[in-house]
């Protein structure tokens, strides 16, 4: 375990191709350990709604940057309601989007560091819910990631013409 800490800084457009750049790290990684369920193989920096999407959330949402000794490590999109495929809820919330680690920085806490600073800055904000959803297959294994940080599971779901199975989970804090 390296000892360097992880910095975590607000994001804007400027880092637009970073956060494009994690992305796309973290589908390779994903894809060389045979797991490609998830965000498939291709570059998500090729795929016009991606990009779209990380535009939206950096110009509507608070986008976070996680830095390791001065490089992106990681990255988190917080804002105040999911995607068009989850239903939204009664109260006032945070979402998580796109949590994604570089994977040359895997196993030094980058994603527990922003899941962290995402916690923190949604109770800034007087908000007692934190929400996330992600991909439920390969085991459970990112559904008990979330867990692992404090989150609890709520409701299943499916995309993508019903071949891709989700989980959304919530953290009250």
Known sequence: MNDNPVHIRPGGPADIPLFLAILDSAVEGLVARGRTGQW??????RNPKVVESIEKYVADGSPWLAEVDGEAAGMLMLTDGPGSYIPPVEEPEQYVHYLATDPRFAGRG?????????AAETRRQGISLLRVDCYAGNEGKLVAYYESNGFVRTETFTEKNGTWPGQVLEMRL
């Not at 498939?40 to 920096?45: A, F, R, V």
Request: aromatic share 0%.
């Open 110 to 118: 980058v994603g527990r560091a922003l899941l962290t600073h995402a």
């Open 40 to 45: 498939g193989t291709q570059p998500l920096s």
